[in-house]
């Protein structure tokens, strides 16, 4: 069990941040949970952490925590590049190309991206070979 219960990304547009995470997460084997309608979208792999996708309590506009970000772990190199790939076709961001990065261990392969409203997310790979 995790010891996260949850992880929540705030959006400005959830129809349109719930095909984004659909897609990026979808390659990192996450499914969409069945929700009634109209509420926000929810994400689960092998239980938890849930990641949910709302918009602010506060009712200002969702920003980005400088500094911040979550990353999710991938089974191969190839889903990094998926997940990177599919964030760039669907609007986000580069914040850095999918490749080793030796500084962070042997084995970490990663890339990293920025949704559609500017949350800061990687995928990660701890395989040594793909």
């Not at 952490?49 to 190839?78: C, L, M, Q």
């Amino acid at each position: 069990m995790s010891v996260i219960s949850h992880i929540t990304f705030s959006s400005n547009d959830i129809e349109r941040s719930g095909r984004f995470y659909d897609e990026i997460l979808g390659v990192l084997g996450f499914r969409r949970l069945p929700k009634p309608p109209g509420k926000p979208p929810a994400y689960e792999k092998d239980g938890m952490p849930t990641i949910y996708i709302y918009t602010p309590e506060d009712g200002r506009p969702a920003t980005w925590g400088n500094g911040t970000h979550v990353a999710f772990v991938a089974d191969s190199k190839a889903s990094v590049h998926a997940f990177h790939d599919a964030a760039l076709r669907l609007g986000g961001t580069s914040e850095g190309e999918p490749g080793p990065r030796p500084h962070y261990g042997e084995n970490y392969y990663a890339a990293y991206v920025r949704d559609l409203d500017g949350n800061k997310l990687q995928a990660v790979c701890y395989a040594s070979d793909d």
